[in-house]
């Protein structure tokens, strides 16, 4: 009889291996520990795996065509199953069930009531890496699917968000790289107010994004849909959702709540995954890093980061001065508002206050908003609610405003209340700033700060460890005086965008300046694109961009000053030329070609050069060389390896 069975199983166990090559579990058919299932393109694979250094068997989804076994979902994340006696399987009753054979125990279920499940259920896993449980086989109705109950990832075409009908879906970490189980850090959507997500570690707010205000959230302006992503926001009473899906969908990639308390975006690429953006990175990312109505402002060339709103001060000096800004602020005596007269001013480029308390109505205009503000003494401040196209909706917040930061040239306004001896605009004023931002007019004194993204401690590339560095600002006054009011003395050579200059700043540090020629057809488009590509790139051979000014007719960037001036220098000069020996040249084209691989393959964004050349290798006191030059560069998706180029170009 024992051998009968043995044999029968054998037989099911024979004939499930021939389904498991599909990427559907039907009606009385399981998965059992060894087999997989593969979606149909061959994108995902579900399966039995063991994380880490762990022994332990969980059910879980990963890429079936990356190298690397990346988990993307598990099924038992806290109820690991003791060796390979796993079996996923559809039950009698038509629910989803991972058993331990061994011990006959349940150790996870779809749990779903028998109401809507009917015995033909069957489970398919998709090519979106979403596993997916159909009622029937006619597969019109979902009675469950992963996508709804995610562990740490949020993958392309995922809603991640609230919806009616399943709740939240939350995301959080793992315990460890060998512990799927549920971690301590959790990223999740919070309704209340207006809809805002936020990380967690336990209970305690760590980052947020603010509140989605049309291109995308406040608190993350850069993140908004371009070439190689798009983002949707849905906002109804059905949902509130937010989505992202690849525009190129052979592109794998993820965003991770990470173990370690950040949410990453990875890239696949040819070289494994990239993380091309993390948060928290900063101190200004620390959710209410400097108290209530603080402002954190990193690109403030002062020592501490952290602000009082204009009319407050640090409510504990004397932590204030220690650097602990965890207090806030609190209204200077004398300036209370809710006088007569009360204004409003300006804040510009911010990631808005929390508005967990703020209030919403998205059909007023800016002007009413302010109306609405102004005549309730309790409401603190307004902001538009939706800025694409111009500032709409109104967002109003009544009381504390906390988890302010100041962005360079992103992030959204904010209006101030204040009273009437600090106020500087008049509404009037205001709705002039709204119509239009006009770049071209000096009046704006547009100066643009950056953050760089320092993927890489110099020096030590390819760790893929994300801190931040700074572009510092710099107006044309200080170029002015620092080159010399651009003096041939001072000029340091003509390239084919127009003149590099010398310079020395008040502080005596040394820069080269590059003065982009006005008949260059550069525009400002291409000039932001330049100093984007350069801002995102840190590498020890590559030449660290320090900062830049536009305005007026003006653009120019500011690099770091190189001594030892251009390759050309040195190859096409009979006497220095004689000074190089060959070890030197090689090391200089070693250097040379690492600039090269980062720029091509290691950086988040994939970079062409287009016009290397000796004149554009700038060699450093050790004659390290660094590239420079990046006004042809186009920005690459990290897997797009042709771009159309609509420009006749370079060397
Ligand atoms: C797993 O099973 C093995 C042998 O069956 C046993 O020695 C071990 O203690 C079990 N581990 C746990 C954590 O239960
Ligand atoms: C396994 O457990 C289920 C319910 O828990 C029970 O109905 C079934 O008889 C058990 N099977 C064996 C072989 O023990
Ligand atoms: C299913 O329900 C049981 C009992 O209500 C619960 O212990 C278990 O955690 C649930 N499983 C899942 C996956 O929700
Ligand atoms: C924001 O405003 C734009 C332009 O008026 C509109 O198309 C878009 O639907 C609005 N978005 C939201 C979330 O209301
Ligand atoms: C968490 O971050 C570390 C360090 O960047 C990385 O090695 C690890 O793979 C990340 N974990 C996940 C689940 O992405
Ligand atoms: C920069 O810091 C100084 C000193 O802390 C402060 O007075 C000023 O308001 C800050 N500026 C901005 C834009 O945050
Ligand atoms: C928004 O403001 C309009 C105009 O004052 C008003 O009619 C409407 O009820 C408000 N909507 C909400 C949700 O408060
Ligand atoms: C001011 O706004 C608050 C919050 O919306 C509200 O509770 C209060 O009733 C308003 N006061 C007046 C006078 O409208
Ligand atoms: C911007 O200002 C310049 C003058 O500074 C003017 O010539 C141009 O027409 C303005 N553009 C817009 C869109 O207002
Ligand atoms: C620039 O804009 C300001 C208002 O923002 C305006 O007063 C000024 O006339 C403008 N200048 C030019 C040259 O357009």
Redesign the pocket.
């Known amino acids: 009889m024992h051998h009968m069975k043995e044999i029968v199983t054998y037989f099911l166990l024979f004939l499930l291996q021939t389904s498991s090559s599909t990427d559907t579990i039907g009606p009385n058919q399981y998965l059992k520990d060894g087999d997989i299932l593969v979606s149909s393109g061959k994108a995902f694979a579900l399966g039995f795996f063991s994380p880490g250094k762990s022994s332990n068997r969980y059910v879980g989804i990963w890429y079936n065509k990356v190298a690397e076994q990346t988990v993307v979902w598990v099924a038992n994340r806290d109820n690991p199953i003791n060796g390979t006696s796993g079996v996923l399987a559809i039950d009698p009753a038509g629910n989803l069930v991972l058993s331990d054979g061994n011990h006959n125990l349940s150790v996870w279920s779809t749990n779903l009531t028998s109401m809507i499940l009917k015995k033909s259920s069957s489970a398919q896993l998709m090519d979106s890496g979403n596993f997916v449980l159909f009622q029937d086989q006619s597969k019109s109705v979902i009675t469950w699917q992963s996508f709804d109950y995610p562990t740490n990832t949020i993958l392309p075409n995922m809603k991640a968000g609230w919806q009616k009908r399943t709740g939240l879906n939350i995301f959080t970490s793992w315990k460890s790289h060998d512990d799927p189980g549920t971690g301590e850090y959790m990223f999740k959507l919070e309704l209340i107010g207006t809809p805002q997500f936020f990380l967690f570690k336990g209970t305690k707010k760590i980052w947020r994004t603010g509140p989605w205000n049309g291109p995308g959230w406040s608190g993350v302006p850069e993140m908004v849909s371009n070439f190689i992503f798009k983002i949707s926001y849905v906002e109804n009473d059905d949902e509130v959702t937010i989505t992202h899906t690849i525009k190129d969908p052979s592109i794998f990639s993820r965003v991770v709540v990470n173990e370690s308390g950040t949410l990453d975006t990875w890239q696949e690429s040819k070289r494994g995954w990239a993380r091309f953006w993390s948060a928290p990175t900063d101190q200004c990312d620390s959710y209410a890093h400097c108290g209530a109505s603080g402002n954190c402002n990193l690109y403030n060339l002062s020592e501490f980061e952290c602000s009082c709103l204009q009319g407050f001060e640090p409510k504990i000096e004397r932590q204030w001065y220690l650097r602990d800004a965890s207090r806030g602020c609190k209204r200077k005596q004398g300036e209370n508002i809710c006088g007569n007269g009360d204004g409003f001013n300006k804040v510009t480029n911010v990631k808005v206050p929390d508005t967990s308390t703020a209030r919403v109505n998205k059909s007023l205009q800016l002007r009413e908003c302010h109306d609405l503000c102004l005549k309730n003494c309790s409401c603190t401040a307004f902001a538009s609610a939706n800025i694409s196209g111009g500032e709409n909706g109104c967002l109003t917040w009544h009381g504390d405003l906390v988890d302010i930061r100041q962005f360079s040239n992103k992030g959204q306004d904010l209006y101030l209340r204040v009273p009437a001896e600090l106020k500087r605009l008049s509404w009037e004023e205001i709705g002039?700033?709204c119509d239009s931002v006009?770049s071209s007019?000096?009046?704006?004194n547009l100066l643009i700060m950056l953050v760089v993204e320092e993927e890489e401690k110099r020096g030590e590339e390819r760790d893929g460890s994300g801190t931040s560095a700074e572009v510092s600002i710099f107006d044309l006054s200080t170029i002015v005086s620092a080159t010399e009011d651009f003096s041939l003395a001072n000029k340091l050579g003509e390239g084919g965008f127009g003149a590099v200059y010398k310079g020395r700043l008040p502080n005596g540090q040394e820069i080269a300046v590059k003065r982009l020629s006005k008949i260059s057809g550069q525009g400002n488009e291409e000039f932001k694109n330049e100093i984007m590509s350069i801002a995102r790139l840190q590498h020890r051979n590559l030449v660290r961009l320090l900062g830049c000014c536009i305005q007026q007719d003006e653009k120019m960037l500011v690099y770091e000053y190189l001594p030892n001036k251009g390759l050309d220098n040195f190859i096409f000069d009979k006497e220095r030329r004689s000074h190089m020996d060959w070890s030197k040249r090689f090391e200089i084209i070693l250097g040379i070609s690492r600039g090269m691989i980062y720029l091509h393959e290691d950086s988040r964004l994939r970079i062409i050069h287009r016009d290397l050349k000796a004149s554009n290798i700038l060699l450093d006191t050790s004659m390290n060389p660094k590239i420079s030059d990046f006004g042809l560069a186009r920005i690459f998706g990290v897997d797009q390896t042709e771009a159309n180029t609509n420009r006749v170009v370079g060397t």
């Open positions: 002039d700033n006009n007019n000096a009046s704006h």
